[in-house]
């Protein structure tokens, strides 16, 4: 059984820049795409990076939802078994608990299709003040 575990939430002043991880345990290599996602108070859970792990690490194709182009980067460890995002000039807006999650499915580099991604962390609370 796979478990992912997130870490690096934290409370920052709008400008600031955090860095989540989410290490994954158990069988991993089952897995296509790795991404994050967030919910906010009152809001729907959005998509907000995925990765393709199914190939090399150096030039996995990623998406990234449009909000967070140019400000979020997704990443691999070397081992494959941990993904980084790093955030930079946060929002107020980006405010929310983050989710980790994978997907074994194909096609996975998607936003519209979140119930391909059947393992989910715990989430990590991210919270930018103004």
């Known amino acids: 059984q796979v478990q992912l575990v997130e870490s690096g939430g934290g409370s920052v002043q709008a400008g600031g820049s955090l860095r989540l991880s989410c290490a994954a345990s158990?069988?991993?290599?089952?897995?296509?795409?790795m991404g994050w996602f967030r919910e906010a108070p009152g809001k729907e859970r959005e998509g907000v990076a995925i990765?393709?792990?199914?190939?090399?690490?150096?030039?996995?194709?990623?998406n990234y939802a449009d909000s967070v182009k140019d400000r979020f980067t997704i990443s691999q460890g070397n081992a494959k078994n941990t993904v980084y995002l790093q955030m930079n000039s946060l929002k107020p807006e980006d405010t929310a608990m983050y989710y980790c999650?994978?997907?074994?499915?194909?096609?996975?580099?998607?936003?519209?299709?979140?119930?391909?991604?059947?393992?989910w962390g715990q989430g990590t609370q991210v919270t930018v003040s103004s």
């Open positions: 999650a994978a997907s074994p499915r194909g096609n996975c580099l998607r936003f519209d299709a979140e119930s391909i991604y059947t393992t």
């Open positions: 990765v393709y792990t199914g190939g090399g690490i150096d030039d996995a194709d990623t």
């Open positions: 158990g069988y991993i290599f089952m897995f296509s795409c």
